[in-house]
Antibody, heavy 119, light 107 residues
């Protein structure tokens, strides 16, 4: 059974980098059939897909245009997890952040992390 | 980028009613469309993927249809536990955008 466990700080100062990690059990981040996403949700923006990483003989990344200049999603095969890094954050980045596994058989979501951007 | 537009944005119906929510893509997405249910304070739950495939464990009163640009989520007989916000999402290619959501309430 696939499970995703998120970790990371709940408070980030403006202009700093938001970093979250999603630990995977029951699958491999290097799977050739899964995609590993970060999604966030706020009252003002609804559900917003941020980006994904996936392995198909080599690593690929896709990012949303709205955050493309500020985002990195990194897989770590040794720890079987993937991470989100969003730099130069502002209060507009305050949201609940989710990691999500997509697969032909459906999706699995992490528990969500409320990240507040405030000084 | 392909935009996903849901209608209506909110809906009130009676227990036992047939409820339909629509999702429209600004360009064709074949059948790469998922429907999620989200209850307050909870993680979104996958109901349907590939436009019409019911996720394991989801009640059969939920169904999905459509292909290309127009999709529908139907609840055949509304139950009190179906009160939630429903979202569609395209996932064939990036960006994997969501609709703005449909809030479903009981009359």
């Amino acid at each position: 059974q696939v499970q995703l466990q998120q970790s990371g700080p709940g408070l980030v100062k403006p202009s700093q980098t938001l970093s979250l990690t999603c630990a995977i059990s029951g699958d491999s981040v290097s799977s050739n059939s899964a995609l590993w996403n970060w999604i966030r949700q706020s009252p003002s923006r609804g559900l917003e897909w941020l980006g994904r990483t996936y392995y198909r003989s080599r690593w690929f990344n896709d990012y949303a245009v709205s955050v493309k200049s500020r985002i990195t999603i990194d897989p770590d095969t040794s720890k079987n997890h993937f991470s989100l890094h969003l730099n130069s954050v502002t209060p507009e980045d305050t949201a609940v952040y989710y990691c999500v596994r997509d697969h032909a058989s459906g999706s699995h979501w992490g528990q969500g992390t409320l990240v507040t951007v405030s000084s | 980028d392909i935009q996903m537009t849901q209608s209506p944005s909110s809906l009130s119906a009676s227990v036992g009613d047939r409820v339909t929510i629509t999702c429209r893509a600004s360009q064709g997405i074949s059948n790469y469309l998922a429907w999620y249910q989200q209850k307050p304070g909870k993680v979104p739950k996958l109901l349907i993927y590939a436009a019409s495939t019911l996720q394991s464990g989801v009640p059969s009163r939920f169904s999905g249809s459509g292909s290309g640009t127009d999709f529908t989520l139907t609840i055949s007989s509304l139950q009190p536990e179906d009160v939630a916000t429903y979202y569609c999402q395209k996932y064939n290619s990036a960006p994997c955008s969501f609709g703005q959501g449909t809030k479903l309430e009981i009359k």
